[in-house]
């Protein structure tokens, strides 16, 4: 008896079938932005608490470790969304097989550098560099 598959003749000469991704790539966008609840929440708390601040009580407060940590949490949790979610957009809405390799590289590259920058702000802040 023939096994029933889904593929059509042309997608199975073409080997497009699952790229086995699918299911990871879509729970950890959804584990991102729940995450990303508290540490936004956490930040704007943060924000209300430096209005009105000088330069140095906002550095002793963003040099307090927790702080400092959770800082560094939203930014690598907000870069890794940003990623994922521009991913999908890229793959979804781009049909050029040359334009979308060089967005998706462009979206890891900018996502790593702009986080990466990021983090370093808050360090170079957090110990007085």
């Not at 609840?37 to 307090?64: E, M, Q, S, W």
Request: hydrophobic share 55%.
């Amino acid at each position: 008896m023939k096994r029933s598959t889904l593929n059509t003749p042309l997608k199975n000469v073409r080997g497009l079938g699952s790229a086995k991704d699918g299911t990871e790539h879509w729970w950890m966008q959804r584990v991102t932005a729940i995450a990303l609840v508290p540490l936004v929440f956490a930040f704007v708390v943060l924000l209300i608490r430096l209005t009105g601040a000088d330069y140095l009580t906002a550095a002793g407060i963003v040099g307090n470790p927790i702080v400092t940590g959770v800082l560094i949490l939203l930014i690598v949790t907000v870069f890794w969304h940003l990623k994922l979610g521009l991913q999908v957009v890229i793959e979804d809405y781009v049909h050029a097989h040359a334009s979308k390799l060089f967005l998706m590289f462009a979206n890891t590259f900018g996502c790593w550098i702009g986080g990466l920058i990021c983090i370093l702000a808050v360090l170079k802040i957090a110990f007085g560099g």
